[in-house]
């Protein structure tokens, strides 16, 4: 039986579940990009393509999810943003 490096995504999430981290989005994109995984070889090359291209474009305006919350992050301390924005792969970030 080859050794399977990557959990599976029910494995994932539930893993994820348990430790009370799935409202952070990098855990969201990450449980995101296993489902897309697993589902390839059901999909059309152009569908996976597409929905990689996605992922991809909302990974990059994950990036924009930091600015300005490093102390919320890293030390616990909440300030609110000044501009509000849509949470990426929202309907409203298209």
Do not use: C
């Amino acid at each position: 039986m080859p050794f399977e490096s990557q959990p599976s995504s029910s494995d994932l999430a539930r893993y994820l579940e348990q430790r009370g981290e799935l409202t952070k989005p990098w855990n969201l994109q990450m449980l995101r990009l296993q489902k897309l995984k697993e589902q390839k070889d059901s999909m059309s090359p152009e569908a996976y393509i597409a929905k990689i291209q996605e992922a991809h474009a909302d990974l990059m305006r994950l990036g924009e999810f930091w600015k300005g919350r490093e102390k919320e992050v890293f030390a616990g301390a909440y300030t609110p943003p000044v501009v509000i924005e849509p949470r990426p792969g929202s309907p409203e970030d298209r």
